[in-house]
């Protein structure tokens, strides 16, 4: 199935000069890439590769199979590369593919989550996105889905004999998403078909077999209701399994165990400096009202006064637009890192088939689109409850509202976007690093502040803390539910007392957490591992040290793992640009 030029790395003899060859394994990249793509084309269809946008796996143990034989291949083809003559870049690829593929490994052969997860049965969001997104006519689009509807009723009907022992929650959601998903079917697909000229004895033909699949998925969802399972499989992942999940996804140097214990440390830390701030601060918001004893109460209360300062609701956006600018400025002006002008990033209100997601959100270019726009959704607030909108105002607060714009866009996700889409590499783009990503979107929140951004106001360090004793928090809460036993009654607890959350996110927080696992530590892993990496890197270059050199460099590996990237920096000696 693939084309291999590598030289054996074991061939006796010649030393390391025989896999020197990037050209080879350049050009084994892009075979593996189509082959990953044929074997998973919803994956394909969501990163902007279309070629196999009318396939649709059935789930069994066939396929199952059939993908250990490709990561079996695979894994063989890339052991014939000599990974340490290969360029930087290269090298960081082909770790990050040798991961990919032992992970497929891993959750086919340790995790099995097709026995246990139900929510992982669901083919509407690749629906969803070839309706919506308008990378090919609309009526090739429709064609496609066309041809991908036919194996549905099979896909439900095999997806229900893999089933053992769900989950309760993964078994609730699964019927959520399916049934909140199915409109996309049942509805949008025949409105989008009326817009077109395509003959209508076909058009019947095309909603016929849409019927069906409504009537798949809603028997999916009819089944699993009726489901009988006394005992089902706890929640939580376990403490094994856990360990593993983190070395795959976050790929930290350090374990998931360690990352929890410096998490904890962190919170103490925060709570700390906060309660300084917040001493200090006292007096010109409550004059000579008595200060509560109790450090949680008193910080609790000065958040909640600072809270107040927020944006009207109908000002949420164009207070965005104001921002943007000024952060543009601060970032050139301190000298942090070049932005780049040919690649503007557009504020836009949030598109309809997004909404309900954030309040605001990025999204940028796809790997195979690397010159497509980069836009800042932005939820509207109007139509909501007087209450809703305050109580989200108040989140989203005068400070917090900054560096929600810091974190999503300058310099956060949407700058490390820009330079990630400089880095050649695909690989990096479609296997691109959570923890990396939000890891620095947390990391210049701290940056644009430690340089001075928002005048060194008090205040907005102690919003800063707030928002960022979220990240940390995540990471304690994610660990003590899967890897321990933490209840729901303890989470919500320290969500509200500890990190100052309201009850409405918190009870959001559990529910989230009680349906995934991992990612939601990959906000503080990766903002320590760069934190840590920047002090690596500093005692390294000793006098020569430029934070702008330090953010660049990161930046130009793409979105591959700390660890990776810290390799490759600590490797070499710096060179002055
Ligand atoms: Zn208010
Ligand atoms: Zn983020």
């Not at 693939?2 to 390391?16: E, F, H, I, N, Q």
């Not at 796809?366 to 109007?382: E, I, R, T």
């Not at 660049?552 to 920096?569: N, R, T, W």
């Amino acid at each position: 199935m693939v084309a291999l030029t590598g030289c054996k790395k074991d061939m006796g003899g010649s030393g390391p000069m025989m896999g020197k060859d990037d050209a080879a394994f350049t050009i084994y990249e892009n075979n593996f890439l189509d082959a990953l793509w044929k074997r998973n084309p919803d994956w394909a269809t969501s990163v902007g590769y279309h070629k196999y946008d009318s396939l649709l796996y059935i789930p069994n143990e066939q396929s199952r199979q059939k993908m250990l034989e490709f990561a079996k291949v695979e894994i063989d083809s890339l052991s014939r590369f000599e990974v340490n003559s290969l360029t930087d870049a290269n090298k960081i690829d082909y770790k990050m593919m040798q991961n990919q593929l032992e992970y497929a490994q891993w959750q086919i052969q340790q995790l099995k989550a097709y026995e246990w997860d139900p929510s992982s049965y669901n083919v509407i969001g690749t629906f969803a996105y070839i309706l919506n997104e308008h990378y090919a006519p609309l009526t090739k689009r429709l064609r496609n889905f066309y041809q991908r509807m036919t194996n549905v009723p099979l896909y439900y009907k095999e997806a229900q004999k893999q089933i053992k022992n769900p989950v309760a929650e993964l078994t609730s959601l699964a019927i959520e998403q399916n049934l909140g998903g199915v409109d996309v079917i049942e509805k949008d697909f025949a409105d989008s078909l009326k817009k077109t000229d395509i003959p209508k004895a076909e058009q019947k033909l095309m909603t016929d077999r849409a019927a069906l699949c409504v009537q798949a998925i809603k028997s999916y969802t009819e089944w699993l209701k009726a489901l009988k399972n006394d005992h089902p499989r706890s929640f939580r992942l376990g403490k094994d399994l856990y360990e593993d999940k983190f070395k795959y996804e976050i790929v930290s140097a350090s374990s998931a165990q360690q990352v929890f214990n410096a998490a904890v440390q962190r919170k103490k830390y925060l709570h700390g400096e906060m309660a300084k701030i917040s001493r200090q601060l006292w007096p010109k918001y409550f004059g000579s009202k008595t200060m509560p004893t109790d450090t949680l109460v008193l910080i609790s209360a000065m958040i909640d006064t600072l809270s107040s300062k927020h944006v009207k609701p109908n000002e949420f956006q164009s207070a965005i637009e104001q921002l943007i600018p000024k952060l543009n400025t601060f970032v050139k002006t301190k000298d942090l890192l070049t932005l780049d002008p040919t690649k503007p990033l557009i504020i836009r209100k949030e598109p309809g088939y997004m909404a309900g997601v954030a309040g605001a959100s990025m999204s940028g270019p796809g790997p195979y689109d690397k010159a497509g726009n980069s836009y800042f959704n932005v939820g509207s607030l109007s139509g909501w409850s007087k209450e809703k909108a305050e109580s989200y105002l108040r989140e989203y607060n005068q400070y917090i509202l900054q560096i929600l714009c810091i974190h999503e866009a300058v310099p956060g996700h949407y700058v490390q976007g820009v330079y990630a889409n400089k880095a050649p590499s695909i690989i990096k783009s479609v296997f691109g690093n959570g923890a990396m990503n939000e890891g620095w979107a947390v990391y210049t929140e701290q940056m644009m502040l430690d340089n001075g951004y928002g005048n060194n106001e008090p205040e907005m360090l102690l919003m800063w803390y707030k928002w960022h004793l979220r990240s940390v928090c995540n990471t304690i809460l994610d660990y003590s539910v899967h890897s321990g036993s933490m209840t729901k009654e303890q989470a919500i607890k320290m969500l509200t007392t500890e990190a100052f959350q309201q009850q409405a996110e918190a009870d959001g927080k559990w529910k989230r957490v009680s349906v995934s696992s991992v990612q939601l530590t990959s906000y503080y892993t990766g903002y320590k591992e760069i934190m840590d990496l920047r002090e690596a890197y500093k005692l390294k270059v000793g006098d020569k040290y430029k934070l702008k050199e330090f953010n660049e460099k990161f930046l130009s590996y793409g979105s591959a793992p700390v660890k990776f990237i810290k390799d490759a920096m600590l490797a070499k000696a710096p060179v002055a640009k």
